[in-house]
């Protein structure tokens, strides 16, 4: 069992930036991928970017692609979404989630690839 918690949500202003963490806690039984999702009200989860176990593989949603930088920290068992150059249209609750693995550089960007989820942090961009 692996338990996600996320912290670094908030209020920017457009243009500004924010820095979201989620420590993971627990054990897989492999190595594991971790991504960041994001749910805006009335809207489905959407993909927002994912690192490899091995960290040197990156992917990232079209709409977050340039602001957006996803790293980890596999000694602190941290993911951690830098988001610059913010807009009102990434405000959402942003979840991040870890998807267990024996490739050191798999990237998953499926929703149902994932295996365990936190509970999400605001994130609320002002025009």
């Known amino acids: 069992q692996v338990h996600l918690v996320e912290s670094g949500g908030g209020l920017a202003q457009a243009g500004g930036s924010l820095r979201l963490s989620c420590a993971a806690s627990?054990?897989?039984?492999?190595?594991?991928?971790m991504g960041w999702f994001r749910q805006a009200p009335g809207k489905e989860r959407e993909f927002v970017a994912a690192i490899s176990w091995s960290g040197g593989v990156t992917y990232y949603a079209d709409s977050v692609k340039g602001r957006f930088t996803i790293s980890r920290d596999n000694a602190e068992n941290t993911v951690y979404l830098q988001m610059n150059n913010l807009k009102p249209e990434d405000t959402a609750v942003y979840y991040c989630?870890?998807?267990?693995?024996?490739?050191?550089?798999?990237?998953?960007?499926?929703?149902?690839?994932?295996?365990?989820w936190g509970q999400g942090t605001q994130v609320t961009v002002s025009s």
């Open positions: 989630a870890v998807a267990n693995t024996i490739d050191y550089y798999y990237i998953e960007v499926r929703l149902s690839g994932y295996d365990y």
């Open positions: 627990g054990r897989t039984s492999s190595g594991y991928v």
